[in-house]
């Protein structure tokens, strides 16, 4: 499933919409449901909130194969940024120290299995894999 | 679909879906907090990084004067994002 969303924080509604077709249609697990909403989320948030000089509408992607949900989030006319190369987020540190930025990439990349990023033609895709247990399905 | 209800100063409910897209309605009730206040999960089925950055600074806010969040009826899908960000470190779950 594919779906291209406009590029500002009033499509989640619709982006929430398209995510539970997705997870009826394989019958996913309230627990990965969860963690795909968050995911997408937390991704799509990012991106508007780091390229706000693109105008481009923004693509997202969901696939199951075999044991594996794909996520695919397309961006076109944008810097890049490479999640997998941002700075990790230590959440042991002691409350006075804490910031909120940052947390949501750190949840991505705690809930997913792999993170793949390109960047060409001013066009960014982020793929991600979260691997399904037995009991996710 | 989200609301924020101020029960009190010291209680507050949380319902639906909190996104991004409504954190700052979130963020308008809880800057009003001014002491150790529990906050309800029963009703909150969904929260991303957006309102948990909203709990954050507000524990950071009243802790410089000795008061806190405290967290009730968290379902088991939101206590385990808590314990991946380390929530469950600075927050009082119960």
Redesign the interface.
């Known amino acids: 499933m594919n779906k291209i969303f406009k590029r500002n924080?009033?499509s989640?509604?619709e982006i929430?919409d398209f995510i539970a077709e997705f997870l009826t249609a394989y019958r996913i697990n309230?627990?990965v449901s969860?963690?795909l909403?968050?995911i997408v989320?937390?991704l799509f948030?990012n991106t508007i909130k780091y390229q706000p000089s693109s105008k481009k509408d923004i693509s997202i992607g969901l696939e199951k194969a075999d044991n594996r949900i794909i996520i695919r989030i397309v961006d076109s006319d944008v810097e890049p940024f490479d999640i997998t190369r941002t700075a990790g987020v230590d959440?042991?540190?002691p409350?006075?120290e804490?910031r909120?930025?940052g947390?949501?990439i750190?949840?991505v990349k705690?809930?997913v299995d792999n993170i793949d990023y390109t960047y060409k033609d001013r066009q960014s895709t982020i793929t991600l894999t979260k691997i399904l247990e037995q009991k996710d399905v | 679909m989200f609301d924020i209800i101020l029960r009190s100063k010291t209680e507050i409910l949380l319902k639906g879906r909190l996104d991004a897209s409504q954190a700052e309605k979130a963020k308008e009730t809880f800057v009003k907090v001014a002491e150790t206040c529990v906050v309800d999960f029963q009703d909150l089925e969904y929260i991303s990084s957006a309102g948990m950055g909203i709990l954050l600074m507000t524990q950071k806010r009243l802790s410089e004067k000795g008061n806190s969040l405290k967290f009730i009826n968290v379902n088991k899908h939101i206590r385990d994002i808590f314990r991946y960000a380390g929530f469950d470190r600075i927050f009082e779950i119960i």
């Open positions: 924080i009033g989640l509604d929430f309230d627990q969860f963690q909403k968050l989320e937390e948030t959440v042991n540190k409350l006075g804490k909120a930025g947390l949501g750190h949840l705690y809930l």
